[in-house]
């Protein structure tokens, strides 16, 4: 949404369980921009890139001159280790990093950050100052103050550990609704495993659509994000995002329990 | 500088003390895309538009469909009486009006609001979510609050006597260090009345130029803004800014003497 004004020509690189697919991006990256990518606990699909992946593509971006747009906003929300290092640190002339404190102290007060290289400094200045003059002072100031006597460090390990749980919640809640989605993935849900972050990502058992079961899954009390218009060229239409973060781990149970009923009803 | 990113093509209307030239204006409307005005104590200039150009303006928009942009973050900001009904009461289907919490409350919030037809709402809000998704919620709760509770409708009379005061002394220190002003105006700063806001527009002498006589103001400790760079056509250099809101009565007579010590320094 925050490119379109642009009109820009949206390109999806292939990618793997743990970074992107290499091959992919250099058939693709002659003609592209730029490359924009989230390597902690994306968003829709809770992957993150693995150390030997963002090495690789680290390197491979330098070597073609493709600048990278690093965006980070759930990089804090680790459960069990800390994710390798950014891209943008392996190479910080090579790109922008995006942070933010929407997803660690409040979506509210909009605020987040950019590193980049100083050659690029002037014209993000033109563009925020043409945007909305600056980000609030107030808001500034008063993350300032939480970060400076100490309340974030001692505030995200506590969001680190509610939202593990909730993962935790929603994969038991999964194995118990659909106990042979390892031995017969095309007539069950099936999901991943995310280390960090607020989402999973799922695919529904073959024949089925994400957008078409909503309205039934709403029926029954339950809600996910079809994952069909995450995708930037032909969408897996049997795909769909959870989100274990606002619900709590009693209605997360409840919520899968709503999920596995409106896909069995619709099953065949 | 927030037209800037769409590379409009920007044609200034002819202005007159109290309102637009609409003669200029119909020589030129055919080609515009909309009118953007700001008609309570505008900047830079302090002007304002009176009743019988507003109601002449409004009726001329609505005749040849003209779009009008109305902007009023100081409207709040008058003296003696409030201004006139704004263009978009009077045509409430024929523009956006557009307020700001900026000059009551607190610019550091960085809030405001717009006044639109229900047609343009879904485009609006579109821009605004690719923009920055929306402005902050924590912001919008706190200006709720200060409105409900009485706060703003008390705040805001003492910003207008505050300004007042502070416009009555920087009107006296100018007919102090200028008494010739109104009777050889070629060989004086000449300056304005404003009825409220926070500026008033000011002339050099002849044969000056604002840019240059900047350095040598700041020299002797005072600053202004020149008026050149807010001309969307040829400007006139020898015009300025004076803002009479940030400093103290006290600073207020310094400034201006100040001020008139560079003029007759720099004066042939």
């Known amino acids: 949404m925050a490119f379109t004004p642009m009109e820009p020509e949206v390109v999806g690189v292939a990618g793997l369980a743990d970074g992107l697919d290499l091959a ?9 921009r730029f490359l924009y990518v989230l390597p902690n606990f994306q968003n829709p699909t809770g992957r993150s890139m693995g150390e030997a992946s963002r090495a690789a593509l680290s390197q491979e971006a330098a070597r073609t001159g493709l600048p990278i747009m690093e965006d980070n906003p759930y990089g804090d929300l680790w459960f ?21 404190f929407s997803k660690v102290l409040a979506p509210g007060l909009r605020m987040g950050f950019i590193v980049a290289p100083k050659a690029v400094y002037p014209k993000l200045l033109q563009a925020k100052q043409a945007a909305d003059l600056h980000s609030p002072g ?14 974030l460090d001692r505030h995200v390990p506590t969001i680190r550990s509610l939202y593990k749980a909730q ?23 099936t999901w991943n495993t995310p280390a960090g972050g607020m989402f999973l990502w799922a695919r529904l058992p073959q024949g089925m659509n994400a957008v078409d079961l909503l309205p039934h899954a ?5 809600a996910f994000v079809p994952g069909a218009p995450f995708f930037a060229g032909p969408p ?4 769909l995002r959870l989100s274990f973060v606002t619900p709590s781990v009693d209605e997360i149970h409840l919520g899968v329990a709503a999920l596995a009923l409106a896909i069995r009803a619709r099953q065949v």
């Open 167 to 189: 993962r935790d919640a929603m994969l038991q809640a999964l194995a118990t609704h659909f106990p042979e989605a390892a031995s017969q993935p095309e007539h069950n849900l």
């Open 24 to 32: 992919d991006l250099a058939a693709k990256s002659a003609q592209a």
């Open 236 to 239: 897996d239409t049997r795909s």
């Open 80 to 100: 069990d280790r800390p994710p390798p290092a950014p891209l943008t640190a392996r190479n910080p002339e090579g790109g922008i990093y995006l942070g933010s």
């Open 138 to 151: 107030f808001n500034q100031r008063l993350i300032h103050a939480v970060m400076q006597d100490g309340f």
């Open 218 to 222: 709403v029926d029954q009390g339950v």
